[in-house]
């Protein structure tokens, strides 16, 4: 498997992961802490992703 591929999978599965942690403990209680903590990781899932994109950028073609 490519390189690549490895970067893309698992930060698909990285930002995924987040977004379920995030509706779980935003809707695990009714307390205010459990919504604040759901919706701080919530924020995760774009971070990620343009994590993820900017070290696919970086790999351009090389000649």
């Known amino acids: 498997m490519k390189p690549e591929s490895v970067?893309?999978?698992t930060t698909l599965l990285?930002?995924?992961a987040s977004l379920v942690l995030s509706v779980?403990?935003?809707f695990q209680s009714s307390s205010i802490e459990d919504r604040l903590n759901g919706i701080y990781v919530g924020v995760w899932v774009p971070s990620i992703l343009a994590l993820g994109a900017f070290l696919l950028a970086g790999q351009g073609k090389k000649s």
């Open 7 to 9: 970067l893309r999978v």
């Open 14 to 16: 990285a930002a995924g």
């Open 24 to 26: 779980w403990l935003y």
